[in-house]
């Protein structure tokens, strides 16, 4: 459903720092989770995915790790750079007879300084 | 390659207008499609999704319907806006079989006043 709250959470970074987004999904049953970046006044763009089966997976300069105990989900953007200032959010998906619908986190306004 | 499109990019309606926002998609068969609303400052709230012609299942209760006339082109419509129609209206598409990644469209500002 619609994310709820006022205001989405913001990161800020320095250009070259590393960045780290995080994201709580809400059932245990879901078996695959994406990020997407989306900016201002355009469609959000996959970035990377992971299911279930695994734990961690890798990249160019990102990397998504999957913690199903917790049911947490962050993704790491290496030497972070202006072009990478975007929304982020995640997303999961229950599989079975979900017909591919993604349940979307509220998502994290990243803002990179030069 | 696999191409979605939306039109119009941009729409501002007056209360009590209809409306009718067409999405397209090109190179693939028998995707899954999705009606998303955003609004601003806010996550993606599904409306509609449709796993084939004529075949559209909503996620909320609103104002507006979908229509699936073909395979690859998904229609939001409504009869008579209302203010809280306003938004920035995406959609996007998915191989029916196996795959979840969601390809979106370029979405449309709809301001309605």
């Known amino acids: 459903g619609e994310s709820v709250g006022l205001h989405l959470p913001t990161l800020s970074v320095q250009e070259g720092d590393n960045s780290i987004i995080n994201c709580a999904y809400s059932n245990s049953a879901s078996d695959y989770f994406i990020w997407y970046k989306q900016e201002s006044g355009k469609g959000p763009q996959f970035i990377i995915d992971i299911r279930s089966n695994m734990d961690k997976r890798q990249g160019q300069r990102v990397t998504v790790l999957l913690n199903k105990t917790v049911k947490h989900l962050s993704l790491q953007i290496a030497a972070t750079q202006p072009g990478d200032s975007a929304v982020y959010f995640c997303a999961e998906n229950t599989g079975g007879t979900s017909y591919g619908k993604l349940t979307f986190g509220q998502g994290t306004i990243l803002t990179v300084h030069p | 390659s696999q191409t979605i499109h939306q039109w119009p990019a941009t729409l501002v309606q007056p209360v009590g207008s209809p409306l009718s926002l067409e999405c397209t998609v090109e190179g693939t068969s028998n995707p899954n499609l999705y009606w998303y609303r955003q609004a601003a400052g806010r996550g993606l709230q599904l409306l509609f999704y449709?796993?084939?012609?004529?075949?559209i299942s909503s996620e909320v209760p609103q104002n507006l319907s979908a229509s699936r006339p073909q395979d690859r082109q998904f229609i939001l419509s409504s009869k008579k806006l209302l203010l809280s129609d306003s938004g920035f209206y995406l959609c996007a598409w998915t191989v029916a079989a196996g795959g979840y990644e969601q390809f979106f469209g370029p979405g449309t500002r709809l301001t309605v006043l």
């Open positions: 449709s796993i084939g012609i004529g075949q």
